[in-house]
Each structure stands twice: as C-alpha cells, then as structure tokens.
C-alpha cells in the first residue's frame, strides 16, 4: 500500500514569488495535515484539512493556504515568499473522527532566495 | 493549550548502551502521546504510541515508552542502542486523537562505535 507521499522532493523559489506543494494521502484517509520545520523552530502545526473543509489552521499569517480535493489530496499554497519560509514542510494523513494514528510523508524542502 | 517539552537537545551513547529520551507533557485531560523518529532529510515514522490501559508501551526497533501521569511524563527507552538508532527523536501530544499534533522540539540522538 502506497504511503503519504508529497511532490516535488525540492522547490527552490525566489522572495515574493508563490509555491505550491502537494500532497497524497493513504488510500482510504480522509485527514491530511501540513506542518512546518524550519531551522530552529521544531515542527508546527500548520492546518487540517478533513472531507474537505478546512478544520484548524495554525498561528500561521494568511498567506499560508491551501485546499483539498475531493480525492481527499490536497495542495499548500505559501504566496509572497520570505526568505524565512524555508523549510521542510511535511505532510500528514489520517483516518477520520477518533484517528489513532497519524502518516507523515518524507516532505518538500523549500528554499527561497 | 497543550505543550510538550524535550529537555534533552542532544543525547550521545555508545553502541550496545541504554538509552532513555525525556518528554514531559501539558494538558488538562488523558492525551494521546506519541514518539516519532526522523532520518536527516526525512519524514517522520512513528515508534509507538499511548491513548490508554496499559502505562508501558512497545513499539517497534525495540523500543519502549512508559506513560506515567503523576509526572506528566512519557520518556522513551531502548535497552540497547545500534548505530542505525541515530536519528532524531519527537514526542507529541494529541487532544482527543492522532489529529494535529503539537511537537516537542525533538532530541538529536548520536551514536558511537
């Protein structure tokens, strides 16, 4: 069974210009989380996607965004990049109400120069 | 709001040594706790995980977690360590399942010969 993945592998993108990352989830979730891990910061909760809807997003600004479709992938978009944005952004599936575990994918590492 | 604390940043042991890895908890009710591990340039795969019944708990690569509520505390333990076990280590805690995770700021696990 395929597990969570995520494309591209790498993006290399200049300061104010728009990314967009992608993410399949496992067969059958309908969960998919986003998290970011900068240098120095951990990993922080980014948002929850569920039956598509957004369901929490975290102390991120609004320029962090993204969407799920209705094959339950889903899509983070970061416009006007800051040099701060790089990072490993990893994505996350999981079954529904009650989901006991959690599916990381091996992520996009973003750099912005 | 949930917290979670690594006091340890890094760890350093000898091939064949003991191993424990501290994580303390915040959080009003029973949470979900996990331990992940993380190759460098990877995502993240889960060791094990606790929701409830039994405190210890087994996970895989021999490793082992013991939740004990009147410290707060879920630390990681492995008898004893093989070189592939350097990698970093991530405790988390969930509200009410596996879905948005919030992160210790992980513990960087090294190895010697």
């Known amino acids: 069974e395929a597990g969570v993945t995520q494309s591209p592998t790498h993006l290399i993108k200049t300061r104010g210009q728009q990314a967009t990352l992608r993410c399949s989830p496992i067969?059958?979730?309908?969960?998919v989380y986003w998290y970011q891990q900068a240098l120095g910061l951990g990993l922080q909760f980014l948002l929850w996607y569920d039956e598509g809807e957004e369901r929490n997003r975290g102390n991120f600004p609004p320029r962090f965004s993204g969407r799920q479709f209705p094959n339950y992938s889903s899509e983070l978009n970061v416009n006007a990049l800051e040099l701060e944005d790089s990072a490993l952004y990893l994505c996350?599936?999981?079954?529904?109400?009650?989901?006991?575990?959690?599916?990381f994918g091996q992520g996009t590492r973003l750099t912005v120069v | 709001a949930q917290s979670v604390t690594q006091p340890d940043i890094h760890i350093t042991v000898s091939e064949g040594a003991s191993l424990e890895l501290r994580c303390n908890y915040s959080?009003?009710?029973?949470?979900?706790l996990f331990w992940y591990v993380q190759s460098p340039g990877q995502g993240l795969q889960l060791l094990l995980k606790y929701f409830s019944g039994d405190t210890l708990v087994q996970g895989i690569k021999g490793f082992e977690a013991e939740f004990k509520r009147s410290q707060s505390s879920f630390n990681l333990r492995k008898p004893s360590v093989h070189w592939s076990d350097a990698a970093e280590y991530f405790c988390a805690v969930g509200r009410s399942s596996a879905r948005q995770l919030t992160f210790g700021s992980g513990t960087q696990l090294t190895v010697l010969p």
């Open positions: 959080y009003g009710a029973t949470p979900y």
């Open positions: 996350a599936s999981s079954l529904g109400q009650g989901a006991t575990e959690a599916f």
């Open positions: 067969s059958g979730h309908t969960s």
